[in-house]
Every structure is written in C-alpha cells, then in structure tokens.
C-alpha cells in the first residue's frame, strides 16, 4: 500500500491568516464557521492544523466537533490530533461549567423548562460525555504516542477534582519524560489543593526551570502557607524570571508574613523584569487587602 503524499494548498499562507484573524478576534460568524469547517478537510496540513486551533472557537456548530473527533482518532499527522485535541479542552470546560459532572447538574429536572432548553442541555451532555470518554481512553492508552497522550491530559485538566483525572495527573507527574512532569504540574494548578505535596517537592532551587516555574505557576491560585513558604525559600534564584513567578504567586497566595517589605525590596531588583514584577504584585497585594477590608471589616459584598 502506499503511503499518501503530502499536498500543499497554494493559498495555505493567506487560509492561516484568516484563521488566525479569526482566532484573535472572536469572529465567528456564519462565514467564519464554514470557512473553518471548510478547512478542517483541507489535504495541507498546515491548514487542517490552524482549522482544528481555530475551531475552538465553534464546538457546538454543525459538523464541527464530528470533524474534530475525527481528526483526534484518523489524522496520520500527530501535531493536528494535538491541536484538534487541544480545541476539544471547550468542550471538557462547558461542561464543567454546566455542572454536568454534579450530580444536581446532571440530573436537572427539566420539567418546567421550554423543550429548546432541554434540547440544547441534552446536546451539550451527549457531546461533553463523547469528548470526556475519548480523551480519557487516549490517556488511559499506552500503546498511543505520549505526545497524544500528554496533550488529552491537559485537555482533561478542567476535571482533576475527579479521582480517575488525579490518578492520571499522579502518574504523570512520576513519569520520565520531563513533558509529562510539566503537563502534570499544569494540570495541578486548576486544583492545587489536592497536590500541595507534589507541588511542594518541585519549588525547590535545585529544580529545572521550566518545571520550577510551571510548579510556581500552579501554586497561584491556592491559599497554602505552605506553598507560599516553599516559594519564599526560592527569591534567592539567580533567574529574573523564576524571580517574577515567585513574586506574583506570592502576592496571590497572600499567606507571607511581611509580604509588602518583600515586595517593595525587589521593586528595587537591578533587572527590570523583576522590578516590574515586584509592582505588579504590590499593585495585586493592595487591591486583594483592599478587598478583604471591604468585606471583612466594613461588610461589603464583593
């Protein structure tokens, strides 16, 4: 059998600036949706490729997601099922917003609501439970690439609340290859609760860079003293921006004994990106106390 050969839309530079125009400017009309479907087909990889990125965008318009799904299971090139994989992370994300992995949410009583309403939530259900189960097969898989693995894992990190997504996120972060560390410690951060161990065991100096940053990264949005103590003990680095991560994360997770000194001593950092940093995080720090004032001690809503 012979293997198919490569064919080049001569037009394939212009098709990826409209996509990309498309992309950065939300444009999804009528014509914008079918200009993608269009090109989801497109025999040039390059174009099938910037297609699936922009079809993000359209999920739930006719044929869309089938094309997507399609590429995810069929496509011969792997980076197009990364980036179609990639674009089905909306799917996973609407419906964590639907509740539909609560129970209340998912057994809505529909009874008294119009039948278009419940059309579209029985829709929306069918199409998040499709995407759910194939990108937990294309990670439970290990006869599938570990790029292909790596990137339905980050597709899926909007559920690690639940069990099967942690025991995944926990062997990856064990693995070998250094781009399924980095895809774990990512996925922790939607989540960091649960992972203030792992997460605590890579802010350390000694750490590569890029994980030691992902792992700051992930810690942002938590409230852990613990994690906050973990990235205190790293503002000796000698890297500007481990550095700027550390400050920001620091003044998120707003747990530092003396955090305005901190801040405003590296204000005064010899590199520009910390100063700016470090006023970032002062500005950040002062309008989170702000707020907590606000509701604490005065007693407004947020």
């Not at 087909?41 to 699936?52: E, F, H, K, L």
């Not at 009583?109 to 189960?133: G, P, S």
Request: include cysteine; aromatic fraction near 8%; glycine fraction near 6%.
């Amino acid at each position: 059998m012979t293997a198919p050969t490569y064919q080049e839309d001569p037009r394939w530079r212009e098709i990826l600036d409209e996509l990309s125009r498309i992309r950065e400017q939300e444009d999804y009309g009528a014509d914008s949706v079918e200009f993608i479907r269009q090109h989801l087909q497109s025999p040039d990889d390059r174009v099938r490729g910037g297609a699936a990125l922009a079809a993000e965008g359209c999920l739930f318009e006719p044929y869309v997601l089938d094309l997507l799904i399609e590429m995810v299971e069929a496509d011969p090139n792997v980076a197009i099922r990364k980036a179609a994989i990639q674009s089905l992370q909306g799917v996973i994300r609407e419906g964590v917003e639907q509740q539909l992995e609560d129970v209340a949410g998912a057994e809505a009583d529909f009874e008294y609501a119009e039948d278009w309403m419940e059309m579209e939530q029985e829709r929306l259900r069918d199409d998040y439970l499709r995407v759910k189960n194939l990108l937990l097969g294309l990670v439970e898989d290990e006869l599938e690439s570990m790029e292909v693995r790596e990137a339905a894992l980050a597709s899926l990190s909007d559920l690690g609340f639940l069990p099967v997504v942690r025991e995944w996120i926990g062997g990856f972060i064990e693995h070998q290859r250094k781009s399924a560390r980095l895809v774990a410690l990512h996925a922790m951060g939607k989540y960091p609760q649960y992972w203030e161990a792992e997460l605590a065991r890579f802010i350390t100096p000694e750490t590569d860079k890029a994980l030691l940053m992902e792992a700051i990264s992930a810690s942002y949005s938590s409230r852990s003293a613990q994690l906050a103590r973990r990235i205190e003990g790293i503002l000796g680095h000698p890297d500007p921006e481990v550095l700027s991560y550390a400050l920001l994360a620091l003044a998120n997770i707003n747990q530092t004994e003396n955090l305005g000194e901190i801040l405003q001593k590296y204000s005064l950092h010899p590199d520009p990106r910390v100063q700016e940093a470090a006023r970032k995080a002062i500005d950040h720090f002062s309008r989170k106390n702000f707020d907590h004032y606000l509701r604490n001690e005065l007693g407004y809503e947020e």
